[in-house]
C-alpha cells in the first residue's frame, strides 16, 4: 500500500497536469539504499495505481511489486529545505530513512538526527552530505 502524507498529498495535487499523472518508479538501488523517482508522466498500459488521500500513483507492475509498501512525504522548512521524501521496503532494510542520501545512515529524515550542513543534497532533506 502506498501512503501518502497530507503536506504531500497537497503539493502533488498543485502539481498536477491536465492529460498527465502522477508516475512512481525505482530508479536504483546501490550500496547506501534505494533511489526513487515521482513524476508527472503518461498512463501507461499495464500501470497499477495506488491510491491514497485522493492522490492516484502510477507505476510499472515490476516497481509495483517493489514499491507498494511506500511512504511519500513533503518536507517544506527554511532551514531544511523543501522536497519530497520518499521511503520504501529498501529504506526499511538497511534501515535509513532516504536511500538516495549518501549518508543515509546518520540521517533519518524525521529530522531529529540530521546536523549536516544546509544544501540541497538531492535527497529531499534539503542538506549537504558532501563535507
Known amino acids: 500500500m502506498i501512503e501518502i502524507t497530507a503536506a ?7 502539481s ?3 492529460g498527465k499523472v502522477i508516475r512512481m518508479f525505482l530508479a536504483a538501488i546501490d550500496a547506501s539504499g534505494a533511489t526513487y523517482g ?19 500513483v502510477h507505476m510499472s507492475p515490476q516497481d509495483a511489486e517493489l514499491l507498494r ?7 517544506d522548512d527554511e532551514e531544511l ?3 519530497f521524501i520518499i521511503r520504501g521496503p529498501e529504506d526499511e532494510l538497511s534501515g535509513s530513512g532516504c536511500g538516495s542520501c549518501a ?16 544544501d540541497d543534497c538531492g535527497c529531499g532533506c534539503g542538506h549537504n552530505h558532501s563535507d
Not at 504531500?8 to 498543485?14: D, L, N, S, Y
Not at 509498501?69 to 518536507?75: G, L, S
Not at 549518508?103 to 544546509?118: E, L, P
Open 8 to 14: 504531500a498529498a497537497k503539493m502533488i495535487m498543485r
Open 16 to 18: 498536477q497536469a491536465e
Open 38 to 56: 515521482l513524476a508527472l508522466g503518461d498512463e501507461e498500459a499495464g500501470d497499477k495505481i495506488f491510491e491514497s488521500r485522493g492522490v492516484k
Open 69 to 75: 509498501e511506500t511512504i511519500i512525504d513533503y518536507v
Open 81 to 83: 529545505g523543501t522536497g
Open 103 to 118: 549518508n543515509a545512515d546518520s540521517c533519518d529524515h524525521d529530522h531529529s538526527s540530521c546536523d549536516h550542513d544546509h
